[in-house]
């Protein structure tokens, strides 16, 4: 019985982690697909994906090879790491979901004047110009520009801002939920004993 209890507990640890590995890679592999095609110009922003997806991939490889060997101290600092993961990202994600119209609009227009690149990119997929008025003196990329159709850019973010927050608010409350679930996990097999061990040995 407890042999079964430990391959279970060790097989779910390491289906966990191997999840994690392939969402790492999912990341990187999206933010290098967009910065390739130029839909996405901003190095901040690619930057800022491929490193949470790198830190992923290095928690998960940690994870993975800590089931595999029931290494005390690799679990230990698993547990630790992801447990720090959740709170921050339940945070993350309670907020996003909670942010109402106007704080929305305020965020936006933060991040639209801090970043010149991603102005570029939204006016270029969007097909907009400024954020709350279009400037002709300004310098657009968009389509429309040169016919003096464009609107503002912020009615367009405003259509999918809403969304956008709901589905990643979601996405990452789902996730948070799976990181109790790979602490809870790994405490439980940490604190289990190996059968193919010496009896006389803990852990």
């Not at 697909?33 to 996405?40: I, N, R, S």
């Amino acid at each position: 019985m407890s042999a079964a209890g430990f391959t279970c507990s060790k097989t779910c640890l390491c289906a966990l982690n191997i999840l994690y590995v392939m969402v790492s890679l999912l990341l990187v592999g999206i933010a290098v697909w967009g910065m390739w095609f130029g839909l996405v110009s901003s190095f901040r922003v690619v930057g800022g994906v491929v490193g949470v997806g790198v830190f992923l991939f290095l928690v998960a490889v940690a994870g993975l090879i800590g089931a595999m060997k029931h290494h005390q101290v690799l679990l230990f600092f698993y547990m630790i790491v992801l447990f720090m993961v959740f709170i921050v990202q339940f945070s993350v994600s309670s907020a996003c979901l909670a942010v109402n119209r106007e704080q929305q609009e305020e965020l936006l227009e933060v991040g639209w004047n801090n970043s010149q690149s991603t102005q570029r990119d939204v006016e270029k997929s969007l097909n907009c110009c400024g954020f709350k008025q279009v400037d002709q003196n300004h310098t657009c990329e968009a389509v429309c520009f040169p016919n003096h159709a464009c609107v503002p850019c912020a009615e367009k973010i405003q259509e999918h801002a809403g969304e956008a927050l709901r589905f990643a608010g979601g996405i990452g409350l789902f996730f948070s939920f799976t990181e109790v679930l790979g602490v809870w996990l790994a405490y439980h097999y940490r604190n289990q004993k190996d059968p193919r061990a010496n009896p006389s040995a803990f852990l």
